[in-house]
């Protein structure tokens, strides 16, 4: 009872966190997914330099640990006079790892397209501008929907690691929290008890989805 | 490759095939080997053989899905020659002249019956929404299906997306019209539903090519029967001729194990 | 001291707790795939919820409950024990999910040859089914090593002295341009570190996708 009451105290507190967390999860995906749409298609690039350079960032994106891009925004950059509040850090760099995912689960998604559908496209003479747009992307697109979700719970998760620089998010908030009591036991089951909440209902709505899309292949 | 304008298209209103010296290989294995043939305007031809014989990779050559390596191809009036580049609206230009109908139906998932038959048109000839659907809701209606026209694919039986299919390729009025095994993916009696809107194209005089096992479809609706094996055509003819005396042992060996199936 | 050889210096303990934690994982996850796949509800929900709740918790919310949360008696986890068994632990949930996924994506045609040739349940299952099973999960299993060796970064936030925590404070002690260094080329040690694990996922891919017809 004790610990019920002693979460009811702090949960003003962890709420704003959480908000903060969600806001950065937000602007992340928001950002991320139309990004690594543009990563997508340069990568596939016929243009050498679109299609290095497109891989490079995805590679990085995707290759560095999260927490190393974080501190390469907001300790790194400012040594070459680039400063950020640590809040922007956080989301540049989560942009750029959401992007670099999505990138490679849209590219996924656009391979893993029949080729019966290109064919049927060429055979009616329709361009490849629109045989792209039109048959392939949106049919690559509905099947990277679950893989995108994974990428939003993943972000979500990845902005506790804005502890890291300071960011009052949901986990530097308990940090602080336990920091004044020492009940660290109490106050980080429910800072994972917050994260929680979230990702466990979302991982669910997107297996559903994907086991529906698997029915409807 | 290169693909001339039809030099004559307004003098002859139906238009042939002629595929000449066609030769095609992937690395090592040959598919096509040094095969001609010649399809006249409003006649059905139908290509059985044993699967491996290149029946579809030759089809697939006279739309330009697949390049032959080697050959000459004239369709509905353009030329191709190997080793030079064909530009893409003299593709588009002869794609949406030859028609193809394929085993597993490719309708687009994400669009309604109605789409798939209207898209193409609006987007290949130009045509506006209201003047696609309209033809489109006419070939909807001709195939049987007038009713799907709203449903997407998914809901629709097999039977049912190879007519939409149908309804799809005859929407940008070709004057050829290519068939890869309509009725493999589909029971039997389902496959009767696409026989039957085959018959009728052909009755009304539509050039066909169609790849085919349906023997009996093959003896009563095709002029000409043409059988391939290994890779060339071994025997061609009158349909009911070939089927009743064959002339070559392997076209014997053949017949014999599909009709006795 | 140079940037380059401060980042090294982290290398043994990032690799150690990386193995360590797959260690603990592949074989952890082994009774827990069973249970999830296991035909008693109870049994099944129960893992499940554990597999979720697990893998609904940041790593990082996992480590400093265990580092700073966890006190029985005197004993306390160090930061390196914190990792091993944070890291671990979080492994068993996702590879349990991994091996779930496998066993299930064996066709059920073998289950049913196998029964109708009177096989055992016991040679059914580990000569017809894990093996197929393991050809199909093996490229994510590799996949999954090296996101692993990825979050063992997050073990610098409970002071493990991996490269990640050896690049911070390299860059502490040069508040200079030198300062940006450590993060660049501890990047670049990462991804260097997983391309030959990315490039066996993809062998292991190709040549699964050549024997099991997916």
Not at chain 2, 135 to 149: D, I, P, T, W
Not at chain 3, 53 to 71: N, T, Y
Request: aromatic share 8%; net charge positive.
């Amino acid at each position: 009872m004790s610990w019920l009451t002693a979460w009811a105290g702090y949960l003003p507190q962890m709420m704003s966190g959480l908000g903060v967390s969600l806001m950065i999860a937000a602007v992340s995906i928001v950002a991320g997914y139309p990004l690594g749409l543009v990563l997508s298609l340069m990568v596939r690039a016929k243009n050498l330099a679109a299609r290095t350079l497109g891989l490079a960032l995805v590679e990085v994106g995707r290759g560095a640990p999260a927490l190393v891009i974080l501190y390469l925004f907001y300790y790194g950059l400012p040594k070459f006079g680039i400063a950020f509040e640590s809040i922007t850090a956080a989301c540049l760099a989560l942009i750029w790892n959401a992007a670099a995912y999505s990138s490679e689960i849209i590219r996924a998604g656009i391979q893993s397209v029949p080729r019966g559908q290109l064919e049927a496209s060429n055979a009616l003479g329709l361009s490849q501008r629109d045989t792209f747009f039109r048959i392939t992307m949106p049919q690559g697109m509905r099947s990277a929907i679950p893989g995108l979700m994974g990428v939003a719970i993943q972000m979500f998760q990845g902005t506790s690691l804005a502890y890291g620089i300071a960011v009052p998010e949901l986990m530097k908030t308990a940090y602080n929290i336990g920091s004044q009591d020492f009940n660290y036991l109490q106050i980080f089951t429910l800072a994972g008890l917050c994260y929680a909440v979230i990702s466990m209902p979302a991982t669910w709505i997107t297996v559903f989805f994907e086991k529906r899309m698997a029915r409807h292949a | 490759m290169t693909l001339s304008p039809p030099a004559d298209s307004k003098l002859v209103p139906r238009l042939g095939i002629k595929l000449d010296n066609i030769s095609k290989r992937y690395g090592d294995h040959v598919v096509l080997d040094d095969v001609s043939l010649h399809v006249e305007p409003g006649t059905v031809t139908a290509l059985i053989g044993p699967s491996g014989a290149g029946k579809s990779t030759f089809l697939r050559c006279i739309n330009l899905l697949e390049r032959p390596d080697a050959g000459t191809i004239r369709v509905a009036g353009h030329t191709i020659e190997p080793g030079k580049a064909v530009n893409g609206r003299d593709l588009a230009a002869l794609r949406s002249t030859v028609g193809m109908v394929f085993q597993s139906f490719n309708l687009f998932p994400h669009m309604t019956a109605l789409k798939n038959v209207s898209f193409p048109q609006q987007r290949v000839l130009g045509r506006s929404k209201e003047e696609a659907d309209a033809r489109s809701m006419q070939l909807l209606e001709r195939v049987g299906l007038k009713e799907k026209a709203g449903q997407h694919p998914g809901r629709c039986s097999g039977g049912q997306q190879q007519r939409i299919a149908i309804a799809r390729a005859l929407a940008l009025d070709p004057s050829i019209m290519l068939f890869d095994e309509p009725t493999s993916a589909l029971d039997p009696e389902v496959g009767l539903e696409v026989l039957s809107v085959m018959r009728e194209l052909a009755a009304d005089g539509m050039t066909m090519v169609v790849v085919t096992h349906e023997m009996q479809f093959a003896r009563d609706v095709s002029d000409t029967l043409v059988v391939m094996a290994d890779c060339k055509i071994i025997e061609q003819g009158d349909p009911k001729a070939i089927m009743s005396d064959p002339a070559e042992a392997r076209t014997r060996r053949f017949l014999r194990a599909v009709l006795e199936r | 001291m140079n940037a380059f050889t401060a980042v090294l210096e982290g290398l043994p303990l990032t690799v150690g707790l990386t193995l360590a934690a797959f260690a603990i994982g592949i074989s952890g996850a082994v009774p827990l795939a069973l249970g999830l796949s296991s035909p008693v509800v109870p049994l099944q929900l129960a893992c499940r919820l554990f597999v979720d709740l697990v893998r609904g918790v940041p790593i990082i919310v996992w480590l400093f409950l265990l580092k700073f949360g966890i006190q029985i008696g005197t004993f306390k986890f160090n930061p390196v024990g914190a990792a091993i068994v944070g890291l671990g632990v979080v492994s068993v949930a996702y590879l349990a999910e991994i091996y779930r996924g496998g066993l299930q994506a064996v066709p059920r045609g073998q289950l049913e040859a196998a029964h109708a040739l009177g096989l055992p349940r016991g040679s059914t299952f580990f000569r017809v089914v894990v093996p197929q099973a393991f050809r199909i999960v093996s490229p994510s299993i590799a996949t999954y090593l090296v996101g692993l060796l990825k979050d063992s970064s997050i073990a610098s936030t409970i002071i493990v002295a991996e490269m990640v925590f050896q690049s911070q404070s390299f860059a502490r002690q040069h508040p200079t341009v030198e300062g940006i260094l450590p993060y660049v080329i501890v990047g670049v040690v990462y991804i260097a570190l997983s391309l030959p694990v990315a490039y066996l996922s993809r062998w292991l891919d190709a040549r699964m996708r050549k024997v099991v017809h997916v």
